[in-house]
């Protein structure tokens, strides 16, 4: 049983940091890609960020977030990484983390087999 558990999620205020870590287990992880989405009160969930699986690292981030955002991944611990900075409220949204059917990346959300139960991420102004 595959099982995605994040964590790191909390309130910040605008221009903080915050960090989320998701777990994976039940899986091969290093050959996979993995995802981070976001979804806020009364939106869709959409894209974040994320990173190819394999031995050549791609990271791919949507526009809001490049420049700001990093994800990471440690095979050794099977976990992946959000490194969130200069935060705004509109960051403000719930995150999942995702396990890809491949290993290449994906914005798309049919491109994740697995996802995790989701952790708050809330920006005050």
């Known amino acids: 049983q595959v099982q995605l558990v994040e964590s790191g999620g909390g309130l910040v205020q605008a221009g903080g940091s915050l960090r989320l870590s998701c777990v994976v287990s039940?899986?091969?992880?290093?050959?996979?890609?993995m995802g981070w989405f976001r979804q806020a009160p009364g939106a869709e969930r959409e894209f974040v960020a994320t990173i190819s699986g394999g031995s050549a690292i791609t990271t791919d981030y949507v526009d809001s977030v490049k420049g700001r955002f990093t994800i990471s991944r440690d095979n050794a611990k099977s976990m992946v990484y959000l490194q969130m900075n200069s935060l705004k409220p509109e960051d403000t949204a719930v995150y999942y983390c995702a396990a890809g059917r491949a290993g290449g990346t994906s914005r798309m959300r049919v491109g994740y087999a697995y996802w995790g139960q989701g952790t708050q991420v809330t920006v005050s102004s």
């Open positions: 039940g899986r091969t992880f290093s050959s996979y890609a």
